[in-house]
C-alpha cells in the first residue's frame, strides 16, 4: 500500500483542526467585542474593544498558523455585519494584510487530486511486477517518463513537459550535478511557448529551463535507453493524454479520468507536494504549475557557477569612458511639442542624402546634445542605410521623440535593465496610445530599441504591442555570480592600477554590499553616513536624499548589512565606517565619496562600467553586468528562507548558524513560513512577490528538484 494514502487522513485532520479552532475564535470574539451585540454600534467602542481582542488572540493562540486563522475569522464576522447592513465598521489594520497572503491553491488543481494520487498510487504498485513493462515500446518507455516526471517530478507545466518530450526524443540525456555533497541530475530544454525569455540570441528571445530528475523518472529515463531502439526522427509527440492512458490500459491502470492534458499535468502537483517528507512551499507548487512566473539561469551561466576557482591577471589596467565622480543629476523633462517641431526642421537640413553619404554634417553636436545620440542615429539609420524617405522619418520622429527620455548627457541609458525599459514602454502604450495606434507605436519603439542594443549596448527589452490581454513575452537577464567569481572580482580591484588605494577599497566595499546586501549601485552610490546605523545590526537605510531618488515607493526599506555579510567582510566595512565618522565633518556626507570632496559621488557608470569589464573579464561570459549582483543575492536569500541550509552555505560561503540568524532577520520567526515570499519581497524593495520571482529569484527549479529528491514513496 503506497504511503500516498495517508494524504486523506492528513487532510482530514487539518480540517478538524481548522473547525475546532473557527469555534474557540467565534466563542472569543463575540464574548470579547460586545459592542457588536448592540445595534447601532458605538465605532470607538468597537475599536477599543478590538485592541483588547487582539492580544486575547495573541495569548490563546501561540502558533502563528492558529492566530492567522482567528484573525481571518474576525474579519468574516465583520464583513458579514457589513453585508448585511447591522452596521459598517473599517476591517482591522492587523489582519487586513493577511487575506493576500493565503496559501496557494486552485480549485482547477485541487479538481483533478483524488484522480492524480488513484493513478499515482497504482503506478507505485505495478512497479513491483517488473514482468508488466516488458512488452512496452519505444514510445511507450518515453511516456512513462513523461507520467512519473508530471506525478514525482514537479513538472506540472505544459509548456515544460512538451520541452521536455522534445529534450527526449532529440536524445538529450541528464547531466550530473554535485551540490552541496548531493549528487543530482539536471536537463536542459527549450520551451516554445515563451511566458519569460531568459536567453537573448541572434537578435531573438529565447526561454531555457531547467528540470532536476526525481529518482523514479531518473530510473524511467534509464530504462528508456536502455530498451530505447527507434531513431531520433521516428519519435512523434502526438497527444500526450491520449498516450499516457493507452499506456496506463497496457499496465492494467485505469484511464486518467479527464478531458484536458493540462488538466492532468497540472494536477500532478497535488501528489509530488503530498509525498512523505516533501515540504515544498506553496510558492513553489505554483512555479511548477506555472502559475508563478520565473526563470531559470541559462546554460552557460550555471556552468560558470559551478566553476570554483578562475583565473585572474597579475595586473589590471581598465579605462571605463566615463569619469569616474560627478553630481548626478535627476532625469531631464520630456522634450514638449514645440522643441520637436523646431528641431525636426533642423535635423532635416542636416541629415538630407545627397549620393552615397550625408551632404553636410553641421550642427551635429547642437542635435545630440538635444535629441540624443541614440534618437540621432537611428534616423540617420533609416535615412542612409535603409533609404526611407523624409516623411516616413517625420512620422517615426513625432511616434517616438515626444516620449523619448532627454537626450543630456547626465541620462543614462546603459544603467537601466529590461525591466525598467518594459515599464517604460508600457506606461506610454497604456496611457500616451490610443488603442488604434498601439501596435503601431510599439513597433517603432521595439525597432528604436533594436538599434540601440546593437549599437549602444543597451539591455534587450520586449515591447508589448497587444495589450495587458494578450502580453507577448518578457525578457529577463537571469545572471548569476558564483562565489569563486565574487573573490576573484574583489582581488582584481586590488590589482588596478588606474586606481588609488583609496579608490579601491571604496570600489570593494560597493561590490560587496551589492553581492551580500543586493543594493543597486544607484543606491550605494547615494547613501551618507546617517544611512548607516551605529548599533550591532549595522542596519543600512535606504531613503531617497538630494543625491538621488529611489526606484519607486517599496524601495524605501532598512537591510540588517552585519548578519548578511561574512566576518571578514562585516569587520572591515566596520572599520571603514568607523574611519569616516572619525574625519567627518557632519552626517550628511558620503559614505563612498570622492578623495578631495565628501559631498560629490562616485559617478554610478563608472561603477557599473568598471566592475561589468572586470566580470567578463575574468569570467569569459559577455552578459554580466554589475546589476547582476543584485541577482545573485536574491537568488541566495532564496534558498535562505526555503531552509535549505546545505546549498545556501554552498553558495554564499556562510556557515549554517548565520544563515539561520539571516532567515530570522529576514522573516521575522523560525516559524513564520506563510509570509516569507513577502517578507523577501520587502527586503529587495518590491512591492510583492510576484515581481521577485519574476526577475529575481532564479534557484526555483533547484528547490524544487532537493525537496522532491528527498521524498519517500
Given amino acids: ?108 488543481r485541487h479538481g483533478y487530486s483524488a484522480e492524480a494520487a488513484r493513478i499515482a498510487s497504482a503506478l507505485l504498485e505495478a512497479m513491483r511486477y517488473p514482468d508488466l513493462f516488458r512488452h512496452l515500446g519505444d514510445e511507450d518507455y518515453m511516456h512513462m517518463v513523461l507520467l512519473s516526471a508530471i506525478l514525482f517530478g514537479g513538472l506540472n507545466n505544459l509548456n515544460s513537459v512538451h520541452g521536455f518530450c522534445r529534450f527526449l526524443m532529440s536524445g538529450g540525456r541528464p547531466e550530473r550535478v554535485q551540490i552541496a555533497g548531493q549528487v543530482l541530475y539536471c536537463v536542459y530544454f527549450q520551451v516554445q511557448e515563451e511566458e519569460i525569455a531568459n536567453v537573448y540570441s541572434e537578435g531573438r528571445t529565447e526561454l531555457w529551463r531547467r528540470w532536476y530528475c526525481d529518482p523514479i523518472s531518473l530510473g524511467m529515463i534509464s530504462q528508456f535507453d536502455k530498451n530505447r531502439k527507434l531513431e ?23 484511464r486518467w479520468q479527464t478531458s484536458s492534458t493540462g488538466e492532468m499535468v497540472m494536477s500532478g502537483a497535488a501528489v509530488s507536494e503530498q509525498l512523505d517528507n516533501v515540504d515544498i512551499s506553496a510558492a513553489l507548487v505554483g512555479v511548477a504549475c506555472g502559475k508563478i512566473l520565473t526563470t531559470s539561469i541559462p546554460v552557460d551561466a550555471w556552468r560558470a557557477v559551478m566553476q570554483a576557482q578562475y583565473v585572474i591577471r597579475d595586473r589590471y589596467n581598465l579605462a571605463p569612458v566615463y569619469q569616474k565622480y560627478g553630481r548626478p543629476s535627476k532625469r531631464g523633462p520630456f522634450v514638449n511639442q514645440k522643441m520637436i517641431s523646431f528641431e525636426f526642421q533642423r535635423l532635416a537640413t542636416i541629415v538630407k542624402l545627397t549620393g552615397d553619404g550625408l551632404r553636410k554634417r553641421t550642427a ?23 533609404s526611407n524617405s523624409l516623411s516616413t522619418i517625420n512620422r517615426y520622429h513625432f511616434e517616438v521623440a515626444k516620449y523619448w527620455f532627454d537626450g543630456s548627457i547626465s541620462n543614462d541609458y546603459k544603467e537601466l535593465d529590461s525591466n525598467d525599459w518594459e515599464e517604460y514602454y508600457e506606461s506610454v502604450l497604456g496611457n500616451h496610445t490610443k488603442p488604434s ?24 527589452a520586449i515591447v508589448d504591442g497587444n495589450g495587458v490581454a494578450d502580453k507577448s513575452a518578457k525578457y529577463v537577464h537571469a545572471s548569476y555570480i558564483g562565489y569563486g567569481l565574487y573573490v576573484s572580482v574583489k582581488e582584481a580591484v586590488l590589482r588596478s592600477d588606474n586606481l588609488t588605494d583609496n579608490e579601491k577599497l571604496d570600489i570593494e566595499l560597493m561590490t560587496v554590499m551589492a553581492y551580500r546586501l543586493g543594493l543597486r549601485v544607484s543606491e550605494i552610490c547615494k547613501l551618507r553616513l546617517c544611512d548607516i546605523d551605529c548599533s550591532a545590526e549595522g542596519w543600512v537605510f535606504v531613503r531617497e536624499n538630494i543625491y538621488g531618488n529611489n526606484k519607486s515607493s517599496s524601495s524605501l526599506r532598512k537591510i540588517p548589512a552585519m548578519v548578511l555579510m561574512s566576518n571578514s567582510e562585516w569587520d572591515r566595512f566596520r572599520r571603514y565606517v568607523t574611519n569616516r565618522r572619525l574625519y567627518s565633518e557632519s552626517s550628511k556626507e558620503l559614505l563612498f565619496h570622492q578623495s578631495f570632496d565628501k559631498y560629490t559621488p562616485w559617478d554610478k557608470r563608472y561603477i557599473s562600467a568598471f ?10 561570459l559577455t552578459d554580466l553586468v554589475f546589476h547582476s549582483f543584485r541577482h545573485t543575492a536574491l537568488s541566495n536569500l532564496q534558498l535562505v528562507i526555503e531552509q535549505e541550509w546545505e546549498a545556501a552555505s554552498k553558495f554564499m560561503s ?60
Fill in 611 to 620: 566592475v561589468g569589464a572586470l566580470l567578463r573579464d575574468i569570467s569569459g
Fill in 437 to 460: 495606434n498601439r501596435v503601431y507605436r510599439a513597433g517603432r519603439f521595439q525597432d528604436l530599441h533594436d538599434f540601440c542594443v546593437g549599437r549602444f549596448k543597451f539591455t534587450p
Fill in 232 to 254: 531520433v526522427a521516428d519519435y512523434k509527440v502526438g497527444n500526450i493524454l491520449k498516450n499516457i492512458n493507452t499506456l496506463l490500459e497496457k499496465i492494467g491502470i485505469t
Fill in 654 to 713: 556562510i556557515d549554517v548558524d548565520q544563515l539561520k540568524a539571516i532567515y530570522r532577520a529576514i522573516v521575522g520567526s523560525d516559524e513564520e513560513k506563510l509570509r516569507r515570499y513577502w517578507a523577501l519581497a520587502c527586503f529587495a524593495g518590491h512591492n510583492d512577490p510576484s515581481v521577485s520571482f519574476h526577475s529575481y529569484l532564479h534557484f526555483s527549479d533547484l528547490l524544487i528538484g532537493l525537496k522532491l529528491s528527498r521524498a519517500k514513496y
Fill in 1 to 108: 500500500m503506497s504511503r500516498l494514502g495517508g494524504r486523506v487522513i492528513r487532510s482530514k485532520n487539518r480540517t478538524d483542526r481548522r473547525a475546532s479552532i473557527e469555534l474557540k475564535a467565534d466563542g472569543l470574539i463575540l464574548s470579547a467585542l460586545q459592542s457588536l451585540n448592540s445595534c447601532p454600534v458605538d465605532e470607538l467602542r468597537y475599536k477599543a474593544e478590538l485592541a483588547e481582542l487582539l492580544v486575547l488572540i495573541n495569548q490563546m493562540f501561540p502558533q502563528m498558523a492558529h492566530r492567522t486563522v482567528a484573525k481571518n475569522r474576525l474579519i468574516r464576522h465583520v464583513e458579514i455585519g457589513n453585508r448585511e447592513g447591522r452596521w459598517s465598521l473599517p476591517l482591522p489594520n492587523p489582519t487586513i494584510k493577511l487575506r493576500r497572503h493565503s496559501q496557494y491553491r486552485t480549485l482547477e
Fill in 364 to 386: 551635429e553636436q547642437a542635435v545630440k546634445e538635444l535629441l540624443g545620440e541614440a534618437l540621432r542615429d537611428w534616423y540617420v539609420c533609416h535615412l542612409q542605410d535603409r
